[in-house]
């Protein structure tokens, strides 16, 4: 079953967008901030500053400014999110995908290996959807470019 986050994601890339950042994060050490809901989008997207994104450390990042190639990665995270997956409920996220545009942002934390995508946009706060690893070949491709 198709996620509406998905909707979500096409129509944001749809009204423009500035750039997308792929990152490389390390799930093994996770912040907690004890005073934050999970459901507070201004805190956590305040979290995302040059060492973390969204509470989990960046081992590297690169940002993508040419247009076709930012929609070519945007477009893929949400045909993952469009196919159906089990999911499991390791949520151990590996690769992070922000579409910026201006200060708004469309952000997606992501487990490939329990299929889970933790979207974060001005409608969903946390909200967990199951994905397929069909974005996966694209991001690892950008971030062999990036340096840590």
Same mark, same amino acid.
């Given at each position: 079953?198709?996620?509406?986050? @998905?909707?979500?994601?096409?129509?944001?890339? #749809? $009204? *423009?967008?500035?750039?997308?950042?792929?990152?490389?994060?390390?799930?093994? +050490?996770?912040?907690?901030?004890?005073?934050?809901?999970?459901?507070?989008?201004?805190?956590?997207?305040?979290?995302?500053?040059?060492?973390?994104?969204?509470?989990?450390?960046?081992?590297?990042?690169?940002?993508?400014?040419?247009?076709?190639?930012?929609?070519?990665?945007?477009?893929? @995270?949400?045909?993952?999110?469009?196919?159906? #997956? $089990? *999911?499991?409920?390791?949520?151990?996220?590996?690769?992070?995908?922000?579409? +910026?545009?201006?200060?708004?942002?469309?952000?997606?934390?992501?487990?490939?290996?329990?299929?889970?995508?933790?979207?974060?946009?001005?409608?969903?706060?946390?909200?967990?959807?199951?994905?397929?690893?069909?974005?996966?070949?694209?991001?690892?491709?950008?971030?062999?470019?990036?340096?840590?």
């Amino acid at each position: 079953m198709a996620s509406p986050q @998905a909707d979500d994601l096409d129509a944001f890339i #749809a $009204a *423009g967008f500035d750039d997308v950042t792929v990152y490389a994060i390390d799930s093994s +050490r996770p912040i907690h901030p004890a005073s934050m809901e999970v459901g507070d989008y201004a805190q956590w997207i305040s979290q995302v500053d040059s060492t973390h994104f969204h509470r989990f450390p960046i081992r590297k990042q690169i940002v993508v400014t040419d247009q076709a190639a930012g929609r070519n990665l945007a477009s893929a @995270a949400s045909a993952g999110m469009r196919q159906w #997956a $089990a *999911g499991a409920k390791c949520f151990e996220p590996h690769h992070g995908l922000r579409v +910026r545009k201006g200060d708004t942002c469309f952000d997606l934390v992501i487990c490939y290996s329990c299929d889970h995508v933790e979207v974060w946009s001005a409608s969903d706060r946390g909200k967990i959807v199951t994905t397929s690893d069909k974005s996966q070949s694209a991001l690892d491709a950008v971030l062999k470019r990036a340096k840590p």
